[in-house]
């Protein structure tokens, strides 16, 4: 299957700053990748889709400047959370799309699991 | 909206044994239906991904079936081991988003 990576990991930053998490889709081409998070034994919630060239959709009760989406390129997208607070503590994931051959699937990161103090 | 169910929610079983898990979803034009593992604090594994138009996938002791119409898919884990106490996610990825279920948390006892 593809490969999709995530940047970093972990993190652990305090209350007020921003962070930014790398996906990169290793093997192939997205034109789609999509950005979940996950908290605690719960299940993972789509936060937003990212497009490559044109802003991210988000869903309904996102907030889209605290949570910004690149998409620079096709192979890349970036989150950045800005002005972490500790309710952002949780586990991001994100996917890449691939299309073709009359398939439609994702293939997921390993996640970040971010820590807010 | 697509609703996805996992049931059941936990489950405990002896080692050895043979378990299903399941997974039903409330909106059938899906494109395909992907089962993962997922340890404490640790990302996903993806164990077995069925596109819509097959019916099963099988790897080593794990296997999956979908039956798209009824929307429902199931995981069957033979000759469980302690190892494979996870959580065990379904997502259904249908016009470009996946939604995933709950999860099942399976404690298997040595």
């Known amino acids: 299957g593809a490969v999709v990576s995530q940047h970093p990991s972990w993190v652990i930053c305090k209350s007020g700053t921003s962070v930014k998490i790398e996906c990169r889709s290793l093997?192939?081409?997205?034109?789609?990748m999509f950005w979940y998070r996950q908290f605690p034994k719960q299940s993972l919630m789509l936060m937003a889709t990212s497009n490559e060239g044109s802003k991210a959709t988000y869903e309904q009760g996102v907030e889209k400047d605290k949570f910004l989406i690149n998409h620079a390129s096709l192979t890349l997208s970036t989150l950045t959370v800005t002005s972490a607070h500790p309710e952002d503590s949780s586990f991001y994931i994100c996917s890449a799309r691939r299309t073709g051959g009359g398939t439609d699937t994702q293939y997921f990161g390993p996640g970040t699991r971010l820590t807010v103090l | 909206k697509q609703e996805v169910t996992q049931i059941p929610a936990a489950l405990s079983v002896p080692e050895g044994e043979n378990l299903v898990l399941n997974c039903s979803f409330t909106d059938s034009a899906i494109y395909n239906l992907q089962w993962f593992r997922q340890d404490p604090g640790k990302g996903l594994t993806s164990l077995l991904l069925i596109q819509s138009s097959q019916r099963e996938q099988t790897s080593g002791r794990l296997n999956a079936s979908l039956d798209k119409s009824s929307g429902r898919s199931t995981l069957y884990i033979a000759a469980s081991q302690p190892g494979d106490s996870a959580t065990y996610l379904c997502a259904v990825t249908g016009a470009g988003k996946s939604t995933f279920g709950d999860g099942t948390t399976l404690t298997v006892k040595p």
């Open positions: 093997d192939f081409q997205a034109t789609t």
